[in-house]
Nanobody, 128 residues
Framework: QVQLVESGGGSVQPGGSLTLSCAAS????????MAWFRQAPGKEREAVAV????????AYTDSVRGRFTASRDKSNNMLYLQMNSLKPEDTAKYYCAARQAYVCTSDSWSSGRMYSYWGQGTQVNVSS
């Protein structure tokens, strides 16, 4: 049984930093992609970043590129999202997601429908 558990959310002032973590268990495939999505109240879910557990290749949505960094710890099945220079518009609930695949950064990476497994989310609030 696959389980994804996010942690690390909280409140921060604009310009601040947070690191989100996602602990994955039950992922026994040889290749899979892990991604971060977010959803703000009244808005659609948005893809933030994806990383290949195998190669470590990444992709980011334009609004976070250069500010956010996705990384993984293969040995411990952990996914991270380092978020710097946070803006009020980054306020959202952040979700960890996973799917079985070897190629993670094709155009479809940002479609939530491609992901089979989801965590419960962790809230990030950016305000002064």
């Amino acid at each position: 049984q696959v389980q994804l558990v996010e942690s690390g959310g909280g409140s921060v002032q604009p310009g601040g930093s947070l690191t989100l973590s996602c602990a994955a268990s039950g992922l026994t495939y040889r290749g899979y992609c892990m991604a971060w999505f977010r959803q703000a109240p009244g808005k659609e879910r948005e893809a933030v970043a994806v990383i290949s557990q195998g190669s470590g290749s990444t992709a980011y949505t334009d609004s976070v590129r250069g500010r956010f960094t996705a990384s993984r710890d293969k040995s411990n099945n952990m996914l991270y999202l380092q978020m710097n220079s946070l803006k009020p518009e980054d306020t959202a609930k952040y979700y960890c997601a996973a799917r079985q695949a070897y190629v993670c950064t094709s155009d479809s990476w940002s479609s939530g429908r491609m992901y089979s497994y989801w965590g419960q989310g962790t809230q990030v609030n950016v305000s002064s």
